[in-house]
């Protein structure tokens, strides 16, 4: 998410604990509690990146990295959103992270710019939409 602001940075980590999801928060190799954005995002700019993995549902994973206080970005794996059941789990989990921010959401191939998004959370319409142009 482009532009986020400090309050969207910090809505993410109480969003994962209010729900209950299994979560893991490391900086490198060192596995430690979940701290503030604010904290994640003070530190030395020569640290390894943070890292949140969450688990919304059993066997769905989103692993967010802190790479600046500009942008909140997660990775999923594909593989694990197998069928509609997966499809859902991502999509109910784009949704809330999308409601909780009052924000668009983008789902964007790796690298690519939201101009390529696959699919997007528009909070207007509370929906999730998606690219037919392919």
Known sequence: MCGAPAADRQALPDLVVARGCWHEYAEGCRVLPLPTAARVL??????????????PVPGFRAI????????????IDLHE?????????????????????????????????????????????D???VRHDR
């Open 42 to 55: 003070s530190g030395p700019c020569d640290a390894e990146v943070p890292t949140l993995c969450v688990e």
């Open 81 to 125: 959103l197998q069928g509609q059941e997966g499809l859902d789990a991502f999509c109910g989990f784009l949704r809330a992270i999308g409601r909780r921010l009052d924000r668009t959401l983008f789902l964007c191939p790796e690298g690519a710019d939201v101009d390529l998004a696959i699919l997007w959370y528009e909070p207007g319409g």
């Open 64 to 75: 967010f990295r802190f790479l600046s206080d500009e942008t909140i970005d997660f990775g």
């Open 127 to 129: 929906r999730i939409a």
